[in-house]
Nanobody
Framework: QVQLVETGGGLVQAGGSLRLSCAVS????????MGWFRQTPGKEREFVAA????????WYADSVKGRFTISRDNAKNTVYLQMNSLKPEDTGVYYC?????????????????WGQGTQVTVSS
């Protein structure tokens, strides 16, 4: 059973930075993608960023491009989301997720495994 555990959320002022981490419990040699999503009350969970775990490629939502960076450490089985120049609209619960393969990367329905989420609050 795959388990994903997010850490690193918190409260930060606008313009500040946070780094989220997601530890993945199960290694596999299969092709898969790691993604970050976020959700605020009353809204659907939205795509933030994704990275190919054992293949090249990173993807970002337009709203975070240039401010957020997704990366991975294969040896530690961990994916990161570095968030800079944070804005109040970045506030939400951030979820780490994993999916098999490398298609439909921005579609939350294509992800099979999810973490419990970590709260990020950006004050103005």
């Amino acid at each position: 059973q795959v388990q994903l555990v997010e850490t690193g959320g918190g409260l930060v002022q606008a313009g500040g930075s946070l780094r989220l981490s997601c530890a993945v419990s199960l290694r596999t040699s299969s092709t898969y993608t790691m993604g970050w999503f976020r959700q605020t009350p009353g809204k659907e969970r939205e795509f933030v960023a994704a990275i190919g775990w054992n293949y090249g490629g990173t993807w970002y939502a337009d709203s975070v491009k240039g401010r957020f960076t997704i990366s991975r450490d294969n040896a530690k089985n961990t994916v990161y989301l570095q968030m800079n120049s944070l804005k109040p609209e970045d506030t939400g619960v951030y979820y780490c997720a994993r999916k098999a393969g490398s298609v439909n990367i921005r579609e939350r329905q294509s992800y099979s495994y999810w973490g419990q989420g970590t709260q990020v609050t950006v004050s103005s």
